[in-house]
């Protein structure tokens, strides 16, 4: 099989690869024909026989296409727009242009309504240029290559990274996954719940604009009153322990007797964006950078949260704060919510009327394994796999888990395919995983599950294994991982890529968390070093030990977080310095004293980056994000790198006061030395500190 290392003459490459349905073979024919003769060389579906060389697979072809052209020119009509090629060709030209930086996607319209436009722009293919094609019209050709002409950065597009993709992560993962659930369960032993209606949604509030206001006050006629009591709960996030203590709000309306109690809150996070936008630091788009925001946290609240956990649990209201307040529509979701309240007698009668139809419907799973004959590490770990999945009742396709017919793969819900370097090199499996992702493609729905070969390097794979979730045989948990992906129902537009994520991931860290630690004084008048000092007086009691006032905080490759209290060789964890307290929210620094190899005893803080936390949910727990295990990796690093190149910046420093010789980003492979090894790291740290003298003495 070649591969795709193999560098290609000039004479293949395209200025405009046409992508098209079969039905609107004569339309892409019209387009190709104009668009050569203002002398641009095009690559077009209609001709397959010439364009496409015999033999290769659709798979193949499509990738070869984009790869080696400059645009990719998606002719949509009424027919391309039910084909789930086209939705997986965009797939391909995004990640391209997320690689180059360069968006290589056009849209051409003809013969679409308005209403099925949108339907198509979901997600971040509303952003992409588009043009409405019209051959009636004379000036169709030079609208459609001035469309083609323009050229477009993705940090054009997406300016600052994709700010809210990241945003929306950290803040479900560090807050919402914890509190919408618990929300649920707590608010019936609230004191408030017998005085009035109390909802058990969490109301999620999104101005446009981004900023944050508070929920209560006077609307109108609507009075929003801020209650005594919140509803608490204690949760550990990473190497945290937090205590979440959700507002309960009371709602009234003039004329009306009734009374509402709900939970809720502006995102903090979303001051993130309009900070950025306000003080300079990136021009972002806070309209497109707003939209992208409530349309992931709604697809992730209500259908990709890990067991539909957060399912049910929560309302959220997006508005435009310049044209009104949000109290009419938090009003009217409450009066809606307990309007459709079912009587418990008729609730019982819905549950058994499910039990029985769930009893009655086929939930067997079936399966086929693929490997590589000849490799006995392959054929190992298709053994363990076939009877690991017999343990659930699998049922394989051929009778034995392995397989030797094509058709056998058309009998399984699920094809597991073993990869290794050898064993993808094997004609005969390249066509069966070919003829999986192609089924898997029409389908719009994930059958394929790659599991990499203990040995085998995932850089060297072909291609063509991105888009789909991939398993790696040398995690422990990976056959769990394995069966976890079986229970979900995917299809294959979940897996748009991320983008750039850690900018916003590391702006939001710095601007909405670090710097009240950094910056802030705490209730009794304390500033950063004061705190320090008080700590060493606190917890303390070694006369040669000295203290760096500094934070260092940890962001290692894998993004895999201890657990709160975990210390480590040489290392004793003191306990927690006083608190900045703004609002319900404590911001703690947590003190340690490390014995250096020379005998010299040091106190500092440090803590674990929660953003490496969100980072690896999105590339373990929640495909929908669109960030594999080796992006998450690479944007673990870049977080480190960008956060202190951010904490340099002579602007943040002058508006966050030096908070570059208060904080450093430790970033640090754990996968070549060691989760322990991180102490050899923060040793280094502390040594240049005493070498430039920013120490407190005892």
């Given at each position: ?157 997406l300016p600052g990274g994709n700010v809210a993709h990241g945003l929306v992560y950290n803040h ?398 040489r290392e004793v964890h003191l306990g927690a310095l006083e608190p900045i307290v703004l609002g ?115």
């Open positions: 099989m070649a591969k795709s290392t193999v560098v290609k003459p000039e004479s293949e490459y395209y200025d405009i690869f046409i992508v098209h349905c079969s039905e609107d073979n004569a339309k892409a024919e019209i387009i190709n024909n104009e668009l050569k003769k203002v002398g641009k060389k095009t690559f077009a579906h209609y001709k397959e026989g010439a364009e496409f060389p015999a033999g290769r697979p659709v798979f193949d072809n499509i990738i070869h296409a984009v790869n080696y052209s400059k645009i990719v020119l998606l002719l949509l009509t009424k027919k391309a727009l039910e084909s789930n090629w086209v939705s997986f060709e965009v797939l391909i030209s995004l990640e391209k242009s997320h690689r180059e930086n360069a968006l290589c996607v056009r849209l051409v319209f003809q013969g679409v309504s308005d209403e099925e436009k949108q339907d198509f722009l979901k997600g971040p293919l509303h952003l992409i240029p588009s043009v409405d094609l019209d051959f009636n019209d004379k000036d169709w050709l030079d609208k459609l290559v001035a469309n083609i002409d323009n050229e477009v950065k993705m940090a054009e597009l479900y993962i560090g807050y919402l996954a914890y509190v919408l659930p618990a929300t649920k369960e707590n608010v019936t032993k609230s004191e408030y719940f017998s005085t009035g209606k109390f909802s058990k949604k969490y109301f999620i509030v999104i101005p446009e604009s981004c900023t944050i206001q508070p929920l209560d006050g006077q609307h109108g006629d609507i009075l929003i009153e801020k209650m005594d009591r919140t509803i608490d709960m204690d949760v550990t996030h990473g190497d945290k322990r937090r205590k979440y203590s959700p507002v309960v709000y009371k709602v009234t309306k003039k004329g009306v007797d009734e009374t509402y109690y709900f939970t809720g809150d502006v995102p903090f996070i979303l001051a993130t964006m309009s900070k950025m936008k306000e003080q300079g630091f990136a021009d972002i788009d806070i309209h497109l950078q707003w939209i992208r925001f409530c349309k992931t946290l709604q697809e992730l609240v209500e259908h990709r949260s890990p067991n539909n956990k957060c399912r049910g649990t929560a309302h959220i209201i997006d508005y435009n704060d310049k044209k009104g307040s949000f109290a009419p529509l938090l009003w009217d979701a409450l009066v809606d919510e307990f309007k459709e309240l079912i009587p418990a007698e008729e609730k019982q009668k819905v549950r058994q009327a499910k039990g029985k139809l769930s009893e009655d419907k086929d939930n067997t799973v079936t399966a086929t394994i693929t490997y590589f004959d000849d490799s006995t590490e392959d054929q190992g770990a298709a053994y363990d796999i076939q009877e690991f999945l017999k343990t659930k009742s699998v049922q394989f396709g051929n009778g034995n888990g392995g397989t030797s017919k094509l058709q056998d793969l058309q009998k399984s819900r699920w094809k597991i395919f073993i990869l290794s370097e050898i064993g993808v090199q094997n004609n005969e499996m390249s066509v069966f995983f070919d003829s999986a992702i192609e089924a898997s493609v029409s389908d719009n729905l994930v059958q394929v599950i790659p599991v990499l070969a203990k040995g085998s390097d995932l850089c060297k794979l072909p291609y063509r294994f991105r888009w789909t979730t991939l398993l790696k045989q040398c995690e422990p948990d990976y056959l769990e991982k394995l069966w976890k992906v079986m229970q979900d129902e995917k299809t294959m537009t979940d897996f748009l890529p991320a983008g750039v994520v850690y900018e916003g991931l590391a702006y939001a860290f710095l601007m909405n968390y670090m710097c009240f630690n950094l910056t802030y004084e705490t209730p009794s008048g304390r500033d950063f070093d004061e705190r320090f000092l008080d700590g060493i007086t606190k917890y303390c009691k070694e006369e040669d030990c000295i203290c760096v006032p500094k934070v260092f905080v940890i962001v290692p490759k894998t993004c895999c977080v201890p657990a709160p209290g975990t210390q480590f060789e319900p929210r404590k911001y703690f620094l947590q003190f340690y004293m490390m014995t250096l190899s020379n005998g010299q005893k040091v106190c500092y803080a440090r803590e674990y980056a929660t953003p490496a936390i969100a980072l690896h949910d999105m590339a373990n727990g929640i495909a929908f994000a669109g960030l594999d295990k080796h992006q998450m990796n690479v944007q673990a690093k870049k977080f480190a790198e960008f956060s202190n190149e951010i904490m340099q910046n002579q602007e943040f420093n002058t508006k966050f006061r030096m908070v570059h010789k208060r904080c450093t980003i430790v970033y640090f492979d754990d996968e070549d030395i060691g989760r322990e090894g991180v102490i050899t790291v923060l040793e280094k740290e502390l040594l240049n500190c005493i070498k430039d003298k920013n120490i407190l003495k005892v």
